[in-house]
């Protein structure tokens, strides 16, 4: 892989508001994060409306206000894949395309080795969203997803920079990054189409589940308790129904399942489990329980290698 210069990047979606774009890097800036490139997604609208009013302004502020050699500016407008210009994102070809641009967007600078930022304070909900689900995706832990919060008449005064006095500031988004769930999901960056991708990490968090449902059964249940917890899992039986199938007492079926609880509440590392958080914990395992390979009875999951 060709290397190159590490910059840190911010990609900032753009609405109405063009002072959201300029007080985010302001803001960073002052937390001393070295913005050396901004990608500005927007949609495409006519002339003289709000967002073209707004693109025109950010655009102006940006050239004039912060220097080329310290401020690397783009600008990427979506577009179908037929190129088609998108003015709004209300459907789901639409949708598909912000996505693929934001994916594609952050996975070139992720290829690169740059750390990035995604300020979603501006634009469509959607376009925050798809901003929240690329973060998931591709981020790792040098990453940061960021709303802007303004309180006061920052807004309202249409100043393009924040003041001293200013109630403005960025709020930091968790993200969970998928790449720390599984080692498998590292390579995603290779994935170009970011539906591919999530298909690709739904497929690795079901396996994980499985792998970890059925290392507990497997090797943390006695037989006992495997015969009743499966009964349980897969049959959704009571514990009476349990202890008549089994020819058991009630009171060994109530045991060796609370015996199972315990177990499960250790192994997951979770605050207490019950009936239900064992059925929720362990139906992954039971449901693809087959004979042959599991994904010949369940499309999501890839055949083994």
């Not at 709004?88 to 930022?117: C, M």
């Amino acid at each position: 892989m060709q290397k190159y210069a590490v910059s840190t990047i911010l990609i900032a979606t753009l609405g109405t508001e063009p002072q959201v774009v300029t007080a985010t890097i302001d803001l960073l800036y002052r937390k001393r994060e070295p913005i050396s490139q901004v990608k500005v997604v927007h949609t495409v609208a006519p002339p003289d409306t709000p967002i073209a009013r707004s693109l025109a302004i950010l655009q102006k502020t940006l050239q004039e206000d912060y220097p080329p050699e310290q401020l690397q500016l783009s600008y990427h407008p979506t577009v179908d894949d037929k190129g088609n210009s998108l003015p709004d994102v209300e459907t789901e070809a639409a949708s598909r395309a912000v996505f693929g641009l934001i994916y594609r967007l952050v996975r070139q600078e992720k290829l690169n080795g740059n750390p990035v930022h995604i300020s979603i304070a501006g634009g469509r909900k959607t376009m925050a969203l798809f901003g929240m689900a690329v973060a998931q995706l591709l981020f790792d832990k040098d990453d940061r997803l960021w709303h802007l919060y303004s309180g006061g008449d920052f807004l309202t005064s249409k100043r393009m920079h924040p003041q001293p006095e200013d109630d403005v500031h960025l709020v930091p988004i968790p993200v969970a990054l998928w790449s720390s769930i599984s080692p498998a999901l590292l390579d995603i960056t290779r994935v170009e189409d970011p539906f591919e991708a999530y298909d690709r990490q739904r497929t690795e968090t079901v396996r994980e589940e499985m792998r970890r449902a059925e290392e507990f059964i497997n090797r943390h249940l006695s037989l006992s308790e495997r015969t009743v917890v499966d009964l349980l899992v897969s049959e959704m039986l009571s514990d009476r129904e349990i202890a008549q199938r089994l020819q058991k007492s009630h009171r060994t079926v109530e045991r060796q399942l609370r015996s199972a609880y315990l177990k499960a509440k250790d192994y997951f590392q979770l605050g207490g489990v019950n009936r239900t958080h064992l059925i929720a914990l362990l139906r992954v395992y039971y449901a693809f329980q087959t004979k042959g390979n599991l994904s010949e009875n369940h499309p999501s999951l890839p055949r083994g290698e």
